[in-house]
Every structure is written in structure tokens, then in C-alpha cells.
T-cell receptor, first 112, second 114 residues
Framework: NAGVTQTPKFQVLKTGQSMTLQCAQDMNHEYMSWYRQDPGMGLRLIHYSVGAGITDQGEVPNGYNVSRSTTEDFPLRLLSAAPSQTSVYFC???????????FGPGTRLTVL | DQQVKQNSPSLSVQEGRISILNCDYTNSMFDYFLWYKKYPAEGPTFLISISSIKDKNEDGRFTVFLNKSAKHLSLHIVPSQPGDSAVYFCAASAGTGGGNKLTFGTGTQLKVEL
């Protein structure tokens, strides 16, 4: 049982490049979400999903796209990276409604 | 607008003593509160939670207290151990419609000294 896995661990992009951050979980959780952590800001919700085929925006969705074609995977896409997207990104999953969320190890992204 | 606030960025405590981490919130719709612990280069890990129908929840060395009228919660760690040194995040969620959408505070860095 690997829990929540994220790839890559580190990534450096140039402004305007696109990339996908991968997230997978093997706990059959319905709920998955993406957060970003910035200094002095805590963790902020980017997008979330309550099941395959269903996604919704969080607090800071601009510049990011998500899709949920399977229960296990929830990739986060940056269409045109900007320096303001330099951050540490965490994926999390849980059963629905007030359940404990399990976080992945994070992806540290730098946009030059 | 920061709906969940942790006003102390850092806290230093001696080993064996009590650590008290504080959290304030402004959204009266929050009904479920959690504490997460985070080590460097790792994801946050769940520590303890409390529903708004309770005012205290205890798990081993960790106790969370909720004061709804003051919109305040606190995490007590007794006794504190060096391995407790980490960043602690307070988080909150609102109603079943919000599902598991969490609003986090900015974190408190706890250092437990020998």
C-alpha cells in the first residue's frame, strides 16, 4: 500500500512551458485534491475532485487544469508556467465527508 | 482574508514541558477542525481532529481544545519530545456541502529543545 504518490519530486521550468504533475493513490479514495504551499501562506486549495469525472475549483485555480478519469489518478496541469507558480505542490486524498486527508510527499516546482 | 489564523510563527519549548499551539478562525460555518504536522521535505500528516459538537479530544500526548464562542482552538502536547519539532498546521472545513475542502492556517514552527 503506497498511499499517495507524487511525481516528479523536483522540477524546474521556464516561463511559458507546460507540464503535468502526477498524483496517484491506491486507497480507493473518492476525494482527491491539490494544494500549494508558499512561505507565510499555509496550504491553499487549487482544485479538488469528489470522484471520477467530477472536478471543481478551490481557492486558487487560475493557471491550473485538472481531470479525473480514474479513481486512482488526479493530474495537475500547468498550461503556461509563470514565476508566480513557483511553489511546493501537495496532492491529498480521503474518503468523502470529513475524513482524514492523506498527503503525498510534494513536488517542488521552480519557474524561471 | 485569512479565515484560519495561527498568529505565532514559531514556538520553542523544553523537552518534557507542555507545548501549546493556538489557532483562531473567523468563519462561523466551520464545523470540523484538524491539526497536521509537517516535517521538512515531507507532506503533512494528520495528527488529531475535533468536531464542533465537542470541546475536547484527546489522543495520547495530544489534546485539542475547541472554544466555539471565542472561535479558538488549541493543541496541547504533553510531554513535549524532540521528535515533535515540526511545523504544525491548523485546518478547518465547513458543512457536508464543503466535503473535505480544508482551509489551512499559516503554520507554527515548534522546536523542542533538550
Amino acid at each position: 500500500n503506497a498511499g499517495v504518490t507524487q511525481t516528479p519530486k523536483f522540477q524546474v521550468l521556464k516561463t511559458g512551458q507546460s507540464m503535468t504533475l502526477q498524483c496517484a493513490q491506491d486507497m480507493n479514495h473518492e476525494y482527491m485534491s491539490w494544494y500549494r504551499q508558499d512561505p507565510g501562506m499555509g496550504l491553499r486549495l487549487i482544485h479538488y475532485s469528489v470522484g471520477a469525472g467530477i472536478t471543481d475549483q478551490g481557492e486558487v485555480p487560475n493557471g491550473y487544469n485538472v481531470s479525473r478519469s480514474t479513481t486512482e489518478d488526479f493530474p495537475l496541469r500547468l498550461l503556461s508556467a509563470a514565476p508566480s507558480q513557483t511553489s511546493v505542490y501537495f496532492c491529498a486524498s480521503s474518503y468523502l465527508i470529513k475524513d482524514t486527508q492523506y498527503f503525498g510527499p510534494g513536488t517542488r516546482l521552480t519557474v524561471l | 482574508d485569512q479565515q484560519v489564523k495561527q498568529n505565532s510563527p514559531s514556538l520553542s519549548v523544553q523537552e518534557g514541558r507542555i507545548s501549546i499551539l493556538n489557532c483562531d478562525y473567523t468563519n462561523s460555518m466551520f464545523d470540523y477542525f484538524l491539526w497536521y504536522k509537517k516535517y521538512p521535505a515531507e507532506g503533512p500528516t494528520f495528527l488529531i481532529s475535533i468536531s464542533s459538537i465537542k470541546d475536547k479530544n484527546e489522543d495520547g500526548r495530544f489534546t485539542v481544545f475547541l472554544n466555539k464562542s471565542a472561535k479558538h482552538l488549541s493543541l496541547h502536547i504533553v510531554p513535549s519530545q524532540p521528535g515533535d519539532s515540526a511545523v504544525y498546521f491548523c485546518a478547518a472545513s465547513a458543512g457536508t456541502g464543503g466535503g473535505n475542502k480544508l482551509t489551512f492556517g499559516t503554520g507554527t514552527q515548534l522546536k523542542v529543545e533538550l
